[in-house]
């Protein structure tokens, strides 16, 4: 396992549903090439992302800026962080369906 490729899983909750969260976190993490996935759950929206430890935080410290105008993050708590192995492909960031 690489501790420098990680992946992250958090739970968003707010007004994160029904607001264009999930494309526009979607087109983020697609620019800043990081993989994993988005889903909306009972009361949350479920992330996961994949990549260098640095462009995940990164992703993170700058994501409260860049939602959409109609979004509102009230909480980011994160489940599980877990290193990846360092041969393991990036996996293209998807959008899941409903849980």
Same mark, same amino acid.
Do not use: Q
């Given at each position: 396992m690489d501790p420098s490729r990680i992946r992250l899983t958090c739970d968003c909750r707010g007004v994160v549903q029904g607001v264009g969260f999930r494309p526009a976190l979607y087109r983020l993490a697609c620019q800043a090439g990081i993989g994993g996935s988005i889903q909306n759950r009972a009361g /949350? &929206? !479920? =992330? &996961? =992302? #994949?990549?260098? !430890?640095? /462009?995940? #935080?990164?992703f993170l410290a700058r994501l409260p800026a860049r939602l959409p105008p109609q979004a509102r993050l009230e909480s980011l708590a994160v489940v599980e962080t877990c290193p990846l192995p360092a041969d393991a492909a990036p996996s293209p960031f998807a959008i899941l369906e409903s849980a």
């Open positions: /949350a &929206v !479920r =992330l &996961v =992302l #994949e990549g260098p !430890r640095s /462009a995940v #935080e990164d």
